[in-house]
């Protein structure tokens, strides 16, 4: 708590502000209908400076239904999420997914609730003011969709139930207003809060997810048995649940504990044993390299379509190789960072959760399965490169469901977004890159950071300006193309000439080779960075380029050698989009 209220306070020096949501739900499901009806009481406090007239809840059970928008997208998207294709729109009525609710109360007033696909509309006639913290209060029944994207019954892998997304959810308010997007098929934003959970359901199951369950109220009969969850400082609830589950539990950190659900199959328990010390390993590379993690437990539960994070837990996919388990375990434990701590709005900046967490659990996956790997992040690097070649890139502030091709949304989202950090690290330096991620964490866990917000950290840690770089990486579509144009020899002397030809600038490392196979490095700092990265050992400082400027040319005291190769960007992480023009070899 003392972490929390230390964190509100550095809020409210520093002008910031966010909404608070806390749930009290309970609900009980039966398995045999696979509907289920639930009351729930959530505490909504408007921090926010404006009064709000109107609210919003998100239904996503609602698009789990023929001729739903998440239907229609798929079916007219001309690279259709092969997990959806056309499997909404031949759903019975038994198989639809569905959210209702009645008996909808502010502060004990009944509101009229009107229903638009996935989003429920409420116009209040008491207004909620700034500062005002409101009750409301509801009853809401649901049917569990056939499994088909992240949520449902009776996945491919025979899971009973992945229940993500269930229950009424308050939509995201902050500066730009309400955040009442549809459920196409993309990401989510949500408020800060704390969740008391109560779930009742045949006694035969097995419940794992999201918050810590609380024993001592559990209750058994011989039919039934309510399993309660609690969880503070969270913005979802996910829970799973199956008959057959095997539950595991291993120690971490200071008191924590790592769960593990997975289905008693002989073809998957040697692989899940498997991964248990190296889920480990994994939380606590991600605590040295971003900051602690700062809840009791986290769980690891088979269930779903692939694998999605959500908070305290993942569900993923459990019938896989043990590098692919290992993989989607570092992939989707890395998201208790990028989006569960740090909080941000995956429909607009979905580059800051998926592409950071690419970055930073690419490096861990490879470094608790002892894979010694110079550029990890190559595979990022070329399917950017496959992106742009293609001409169907959008810039990354696109809305994660405005993209025209799933394929230009993936790219830009995980591979893009992971060369964002890859590329940071070359212009700023890796030890600067690595303090900047630590200070990220320091400086907006629990809150809901914006990219300007991650590049100023930068900024901070560094003294170097860096905003160019966010506004043409993120902003535009504009690349980075350097050219060797030609290198003059003269009698104990070489002219290198140089040539930007694409629009956006970086600064440059140049390596000269020559005829005896010495070399020789020479950094050439951007002028809009006011700065330079430190140095590498023997590395040469030349006058800065300014970005106007399409050409460049500096000289090398050769002496009695000859240049034989320039090479431009010798560690390969600046994503230059025409590497042949990289290299010049003299003839």
């Given at each position: ?212 369950l609380q024993k001592e109220n ?82 690891i539960i088979q269930g779903g ?283």
């Amino acid at each position: 708590m003392l972490f929390f209220s230390l964190n509100a306070f550095s809020q409210s020096n520093s002008g910031y502000w966010q909404q608070e949501a806390n749930y009290i739900m309970e609900v009980s499901l039966d398995v045999k209908k696979h509907r289920y009806q639930g009351k729930q009481e959530l505490a909504y406090t408007n921090n926010s400076p404006d009064t709000l007239k109107r609210v919003f809840f998100h239904l996503y059970f609602n698009a789990f239904q023929p001729g739903s928008e998440m239907d229609v997208r798929s079916l007219t998207i001309k690279d259709a999420d092969k997990r959806v294709g056309n499997r909404i729109s031949k759903l019975k009525s038994s198989e639809i997914g569905f959210v209702t609710v009645d008996n909808f109360k502010l502060n004990g007033q009944s509101l009229d609730v009107v229903v638009n696909g996935t989003i429920a509309e409420v116009d209040l006639k008491e207004y909620i003011l700034p500062h005002e913290t409101v009750t409301f209060n509801l009853d809401f029944k649901g049917q569990v969709p056939q499994q088909i994207r992240r949520s449902g019954r009776d996945n491919k892998e025979g899971v009973a139930y992945s229940m993500v997304q269930w229950f009424p959810k308050i939509a995201a308010f902050d500066e730009r207003g309400w955040h009442a997007n549809p459920y196409i098929g993309r990401e989510f934003y949500s408020p800060f809060g704390s969740y008391d959970v109560k779930i009742t359901l045949d006694a035969d199951y097995i419940v794992g997810g999201t918050g810590v369950l609380q024993k001592e109220n559990i209750s058994d009969s011989s039919k039934l048995k309510t399993w309660h969850f609690k969880g503070e400082h969270i913005h979802d609830f996910a829970w799973a649940a199956d008959p057959d589950y095997i539950h595991d539990t291993l120690p971490f950190g200071n008191q924590q504990t790592m769960h593990f659900y997975y289905k008693n199959d002989p073809e998957i328990v040697a692989n899940w044993k498997r991964l248990q010390p190296k889920a480990i390993e994994l939380m606590q590379f991600f605590e040295a390299h971003i900051g602690p993690y700062p809840y009791p437990q986290y769980s690891i539960i088979q269930g779903g379509d692939g694998g999605m994070e959500y908070a305290m837990c993942t569900l993923i996919t459990g019938k896989r190789k043990y590098g692919s388990l290992v993989g989607v375990t570092a992939h989707e434990m890395a998201h208790a960072w990028f989006q569960h701590i740090m909080g941000t709005d995956e429909s607009n900046y979905e580059w800051m959760d998926e592409g950071f967490t690419t970055y930073i659990s690419t490096i861990a996956k490879n470094y608790v399965t002892g894979v010694e790997d110079y550029f990890p992040l190559q595979s990022s690097y070329n399917g950017y490169r496959k992106l742009v070649e293609s001409g169907i890139e959008q810039p990354q502030t696109t809305h994660s469901d405005r993209y025209k091709y799933n394929y230009a949304y993936g790219i830009a989202a995980y591979s893009k977004g992971a060369v964002f950090l890859s590329q940071l690290g070359e212009i700023i330096g890796e030890e600067a890159l690595a303090k900047t991620l630590r200070r990220y964490y320091d400086d907006w866990r629990f809150k809901h950071p914006k990219p300007n917000d991650f590049i100023r950290v930068a900024e901070k840690v560094t003294g170097l300006e860096l905003s160019w770089y966010l506004q043409d990486w993120t902003t535009t579509t504009n690349t980075i193309d350097y050219k060797v144009n030609g290198v003059e020899q003269k009698s104990k002397s070489a002219i290198i000439s140089l040539k930007r030809k694409g629009l956006m600038p970086v600064p440059l490392t140049v390596d000269i080779i020559f005829d005896d196979n010495s070399k020789e490095s020479y950094y050439i700092p951007l002028r809009m960075m006011r700065g330079h990265k430190p140095l590498q050992n023997n590395e040469y400082l030349l006058k800065d380029w300014p970005w106007a400027f399409p050409t460049y040319t500096f000289e090398v005291i050769t002496k009695k050698k000859k240049v034989q190769n320039v090479q431009l960007n010798p560690s390969g992480k600046i994503a230059d989009i025409d590497l042949k023009n990289d290299v010049f070899k003299v003839e």
